[in-house]
């Protein structure tokens, strides 16, 4: 998804896209949906029961690419790794 996309499917340019995610969140579009993926992608690593799972499934799931991508992002916003996330529930 990209912030072209999203703009398109609201029928709105991407700079008013841009300037209402500004003024409303304080964010940008990509930012959020990027917030909202990990949001996700940590909810279900906390739901998960060990061994049921793996952290590059649940990071594909919410379409976050790359292994090393999700765990740096994931630790900047939880912390943790996410191993230890899924594994210590």
């Known amino acids: 998804i990209s912030a072209a996309d999203i703009a398109g ?4 340019t991407i700079r008013s896209l841009q300037l209402a995610f500004r003024r409303h969140l304080g964010s940008t579009p990509m930012a959020h949906l990027r ?4 949001d996700r992608a940590h909810q279900d690593l906390v ?10 499934a649940i990071a594909a ?7 090393s991508r999700f765990t740096s ?17």
């Open 9 to 12: 499917s609201a029928h709105v």
């Open 35 to 38: 917030r909202v993926r990990l």
């Open 47 to 56: 739901d998960a029961a060990p061994g049921t799972v793996t952290v590059g």
């Open 61 to 67: 799931r919410w379409g976050i690419i790359g292994h």
């Open 73 to 89: 992002l994931y630790r900047a916003a939880y912390g943790v790794p996410p191993s230890t996330t899924l594994h210590n529930r």
